[in-house]
């Protein structure tokens, strides 16, 4: 059975670059050859001498999964090949300003999400508000995540945004560490494992000295996060500028 928010998404059809041929390129193919857009490009490690401005000539957008390393000259090129890009990858540092003004001279969109599941973006709006609930108890606050062991980044992009989300339900907080860093009390701890083929477990634990409370997302195949990288280039078709999973949530959910 599909998500109830699968049939918001594919209005028309799209001609799409991949941008990194890992497990997500291959599922987001998967999806868009389904739906009927004309995946024109793909680009990975054995054919990188075709990611040239010619060959994104027509391309309606393009979505960027490749590595932190690469992520920055593969977003940057694009946009400048006048190309929006939908980017999923995590752990590299996304230049705002420059992005915001490539976008606006070329009118073409950035959608950036370290999580494309929209079930994972209501997560993290329960946890803001849990944590807000939490301000002033005895309960300490850790976080737990784990993914497949293809997964290069540690912790997870997710499990970072999740963290954010209680810091600003919950101001006692001001960031996060690992687990094993004893340092600073008052940031979040994040703990990460990586094994088998897991798509993303992110755990947020309250422990008290009675009680322990625990939120749980698990998704159980990347074809959530396909679908909502799909609806993301659909959001953006026609836009300008950089846009977030709030956005979407905005768009379809009206949260």
């Not at 109830?4 to 050859?33: P, S, W």
């Not at 004893?182 to 008290?208: L, M, Q, Y």
């Not at 997302?217 to 959001?235: C, D, E, S, V, Y």
């Amino acid at each position: 059975m599909l998500p109830f928010f699968y049939f918001y998404t594919f209005n028309y059809r799209m001609k799409v670059a991949i941008i990194g041929f890992g497990k997500m390129g291959q599922a987001i193919k998967t999806l868009a050859e389904k739906e009927n857009h004309e995946v024109s490009l793909i680009i990975d490690r054995n054919n990188s001498q075709d990611f040239t401005s010619e060959k994104l000539q027509g391309i309606d957008v393009a979505f960027e999964f490749s590595e932190p390393g690469e992520a920055s000259g593969n977003v940057m090129k694009l946009l400048q090949s006048g190309v929006s890009v939908v980017c999923g990858t995590t752990g590299w540092t996304i230049e705002t300003d420059l992005i915001n003004k490539v976008c606006s001279e070329k009118g073409i969109a950035f959608f950036h999400a370290s999580n494309f599941s929209p079930g994972t973006w209501m997560f993290f709006r329960l946890n803001e508000w849990f944590a807000k609930q939490m301000t002033g108890t005895a309960y300490e606050v850790s976080i737990r995540e784990k993914h497949h062991i293809h997964k290069k980044d540690k912790p997870s992009g997710t499990a970072i945004t999740l963290a954010n989300y209680i810091c600003q339900g919950n101001p006692s907080f001001t960031g996060w560490k690992p687990d094993n860093d004893f340092s600073c009390g008052n940031k979040i701890p994040v703990s990460s494992v990586r094994e088998g083929e897991i798509a993303g477990i992110h755990t947020s634990v309250w422990d008290s000295d009675y009680d322990t409370i625990e939120i749980t997302h698990t998704a159980k195949n990347r074809a959530i996060f396909a679908q909502g990288a799909m609806m993301a280039a659909t959001l953006i078709q026609g836009k300008t500028g950089i846009f977030n999973m709030s956005h979407i949530l905005s768009e379809y959910f009206n949260l």
